[in-house]
């Protein structure tokens, strides 16, 4: 009988230290390997490039899955200023060259390194229904409408007092046009998007806003009446990086994305011009 319960503690005690050396070989062992933390790039970018930068997020992301890109959409004008006063952008993609020169002389992005990446064109819009029965450019000057632009410190906005200025100098138009349309003008918004919208919803009988602007989304919203290649204005976009930023080599990953066959491709997809 002694010798019985000395060969079960034996066992147990076999059995405890057992377990006490595998929990020290498991707590000494290596820990399982762990991805490494993904680069943050924040994107500032004209509003304008909202839908065609989603699809290059994406696309990027793709060839470069270390980085994850976050966008800010805004008027170009308020992104230049953000950006002038220390805002943590990474890229800053602009609507015009003008506020690209804005980022330049606040000492935060290299002039030498500013490239255009894409261009784009202006087209007048008018709710799907027209209750205005507006039939062409010369009906924006017909007393009475609710007319909606981008204010001139937008792109865009602009962009669109060089149209009228170049419409009142022609003929089919007269030199009272700019005036009798701007008279017209019920809201100046501060990015293009907003006049798109309020034009969309009915909340006005026309505006005008870039050709890119008129995706799937809103295609069915808005009717189209395209402005003259005479009367109208290119809009150049200019990207850049942000030269005191920890991440400038993504930023100048993603900017040669953008600007490579395959960034380009998915711009002409959304209707740019590229140059």
């Known amino acids: 009988m002694p010798n019985g319960i000395d060969k079960n503690n034996r066992l147990l ?19 399982p390997p762990t991805a490494p933390a993904k680069i943050s790039l924040t994107v500032f970018a004209a509003a304008s490039l909202a839908d065609v930068f989603a699809e290059m997020k994406t696309a990027f992301e ?18 230049a200023q953000q950006i002038g006063e220390g805002a943590p952008a990474d890229v800053f993609a602009s609507a015009n060259a003008a506020q690209m ?35 062409g450019l010369a009906d924006l ?9 981008a204010d001139k410190s937008v792109p865009v906005g602009q962009y669109t007092l060089d149209f009228l200025q170049k419409a009142s100098a022609a003929e089919a138009f007269g030199l009272n046009y700019a005036s009798a349309v701007q008279k017209n003008v019920v809201s100046y918004e501060q990015d293009v998007k907003a006049v798109l919208s309020k034009v969309a919803l009915g909340e006005a ?27 109208n204005t290119v809009a ?40």
Do not use: H, W
Not at 63 to 71: D, G, K, L, W
Not at 242 to 266: E, L, M, Y
């Open 13 to 31: 005690l076999r059995f405890f230290l057992a377990m006490i050396i595998g929990a020290s070989l498991s707590a000494c062992a290596a820990p």
């Open 62 to 79: 793709q060839t470069q899955p270390n980085i994850a890109v976050t966008f800010s959409f805004a008027g170009s004008q308020q992104l």
């Open 101 to 135: 020169s804005a980022a330049v002389r606040s000492g935060r992005v290299n002039e030498a390194d500013s490239r255009i990446f894409a261009k784009n064109r202006l087209v007048a819009i008018t709710p799907s229904a027209n209750p205005s029965a507006i039939n």
């Open 141 to 149: 000057a017909k007393p009475g409408l609710k007319v909606v632009l």
């Open 205 to 231: 009988d026309a505006g005008v806003v870039y050709a890119t602007d008129l995706v799937e989304s809103a295609a069915g919203k808005v009717r189209r009446i395209d402005i003259p290649a005479a009367l």
């Open 236 to 275: 150049v976009y200019p990207i850049a990086i942000v030269k005191d930023r920890p991440n400038t080599a993504a930023a100048q990953q993603f900017v040669a994305f953008v600007t490579s066959p395959d960034g380009q491709r998915i711009l002409q997809k959304y209707g740019f011009l590229v140059p």
